[in-house]
Structure formats: C-alpha cells, structure tokens
C-alpha cells in the first residue's frame, strides 16, 4: 500500500516563499515507477490540479496560471517529491495534496478523481 505523507505548509505572508515536501512510503513498485503531482482545495472550491512530475521527471504540466510561480520536482533517491511555491497569494491559501498514480495521463489536469493514491494534506495560509 503506497502511503503520501506532506509536510511543509504553514501560514505566510503574500510575496513569501514555501516549500512542500511529500514522502513516498509502502510502494510496492519503486517509487520510480509513479507519477507524482500536487492539487490543492480552497475553501469552498473544488479540487484543483497543480503540477505533476513523470517518473523520470521529464515530463512536468502545472496547473493553468501556476507556471512561473510553482516548481516540482523529485529526488526518487529519498523518494519524495517536492513544490516549491513563490511569491505567494492570497488566492494560493488552501489545502495541498500530494498524489501517485503508475499513469501519467491521469494525474495530469482536472480534479484527480482516478487518482489512486494521496496524502493526507497540507494547509498552506497566505495572508495579505
């Protein structure tokens, strides 16, 4: 059973920068084998993706407006994914999940709702 556990969010101040950390637990292929992606849930909002890295990391999409603030990437020796996230909004508060999925094509976009494995989320506060 693969397990995501995040770490890393926290309250802010816009313009900030933070960093999200997701580790890669019980997989019983080599974490290698998973794509790896980030969504988010505001308040009131649905589900929304974020990024998401292939298992090489050659492939990576980001979220529509996203691109240029957020990076992802992966370290599949410590077997853990990351989200750094600069210059902050507002608009960025929500709770971040950390997701797996041996296709690529299904964490990519939308809400996720294929997605086989997450975490558990972290809150990320950005206030103004």
């Known amino acids: 059973q693969v397990q995501l556990v995040e770490s890393g969010g926290g309250l802010v101040q816009a313009g900030d920068s933070l960093r999200l950390s997701c580790l890669i637990q019980?997989?019983?292929?080599?974490?290698?084998?998973?794509?790896l992606g980030w969504f988010r849930q505001a308040p009131g909002k649905e589900r929304e993706f974020v990024a998401a890295?292939?298992?090489?990391?050659?492939?990576?999409r980001y979220g529509d407006s996203l691109k240029g603030r957020f990076t992802i990437s992966r370290d599949n020796v410590r077997n853990t994914v990351y989200l750094q996230m600069n210059t902050l909004k507002p608009e960025d508060t929500a709770v971040y999940y950390c997701a797996a999925d041996l296709d690529f094509r299904v964490v990519v976009g939308g809400r996720g709702d294929a997605i086989n494995y997450w975490g558990k989320g972290t809150l990320v506060t950005v206030s103004s």
């Open positions: 019980g997989y019983t292929f080599s974490s290698y084998t998973y794509t």
């Open positions: 890295v292939n298992r090489d990391g050659r492939r990576i």
